[in-house]
């Protein structure tokens, strides 16, 4: 048997049940057979592609709105990317910078925390061109930050709490091992936090409908905030504000897997070898953010923040019709990377004019999206 199913089921064993979050928690980031631990998780050879994998154009695009960004509300060049992966999306931002902004590059900082030491490795490696611009910390270690802090497909890879409404009473869904296997087991609520949260959120369930429940968004929101001094904060995800997230067409919750490409939802299956991940709540980025000073600037779909931060720039000087096709899947409105990717835009600390660039109104950027697909 896997080491990483016997040590889960051990576990599980010795405490009677563990909560989702702890099992998820094991999954991807055990110390060594997590699934962020080792082998590639990401492109082709791993078991999911994000929009870095799409294109280049995808970072080039963000390095283009973060300097505008700083030379607009004047803040130090200082990037901040948590979770930063195969670290192909920092070496894009950064070769874009080299190539087309060199003043800007001679002074940008750009700063990585990375949870996994496998990937830190990986990130090192593929950086090497740009070493003397970059430094790892760890998320303790940022504090009096000024600059732009953002994240892409960070808050989906943090573990969840899964509630479940039966006749009326919310429980909370524990894994236990029974009749020789893991499996679900509904209880109480491992902490008054997930209570809380659901009043503040306002989550209403109906009968059998189950919500995951991301706690450790609550906590990482409400830290950002407070290690924030000036600057904005960008949350690349998928998800969307809770009144959508737990409508009652959503009966299972959005917890699922990926191995290889393919989605399941055999959760105790492939236990380190397959990516476990869940649609992120904004509006809890929202809520909570404002506890720390964070003030909403924009929630908006993936393809308008890319438009607004000049991606169309990149489709017209593609060389080649796949690369065109490629930067095309990312601002698609509707499937590809349309589809569910959001971008929440936070500042502490820094006055933001109306013609801020993440302001520009959708609809100016809509006609030249739909000239473009004429041509
Ligand atoms: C789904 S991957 C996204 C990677 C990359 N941003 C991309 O778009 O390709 C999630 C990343 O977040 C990292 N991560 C998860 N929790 C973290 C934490 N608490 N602190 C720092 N990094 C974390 C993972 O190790 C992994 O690198």
Known sequence: MDVLK???????????????????EIAL?????GYYQKEN?????????TSVDASESFGRTLAKGFEETIKELNLAPILCEMGAGSGMLANDILNYYKAESNKFYSEVKYIIIEKSKYLIDR???????HIDKVEWISFDGLNDFEGVFFSNELVDAFPVHRIININGDLKELYVIYH?????????????????????????????????DINLDAVK????????INKGIVVTIDYGFDAKNLYAPFRMDGTV?????????????ERIGYQDITAFVDFSALMEYGKESGLNVVNFEPQWVFLLQSGILDEIRNAKTDLHRTRIKSLIIPEGGFGTNFNVLIQSKGVYIPDTFLYNKKPYDIFEQLSEMYAE
């Open 6 to 24: 016997e040590f889960v089921i051990q576990l599980v064993k010795e405490k009677g049940k563990i909560t989702f979050a702890e099992f998820m």
């Open 29 to 33: 980031y055990h110390p060594e057979y």
């Open 41 to 49: 998780p990401f492109g082709m050879q791993g078991s999911f592609y």
């Open 123 to 129: 990130q090192k490696e593929l950086l090497k061109e």
């Open 179 to 211: 009749d020789e296997k893991l499996q679900f087991y509904p209880d109480e609520f491992s902490t008054v936090n997930l209570k809380e949260y659901i009043g503040k959120l306002g989550v209403k369930l109906v009968d059998k409908q189950i919500a």
């Open 220 to 227: 990482w929101i409400k830290d950002v905030g407070e290690k």
């Open 256 to 268: 699922t897997c990926y191995f290889k490409h393919t989605q399941n939802n055999d959760f105790f």
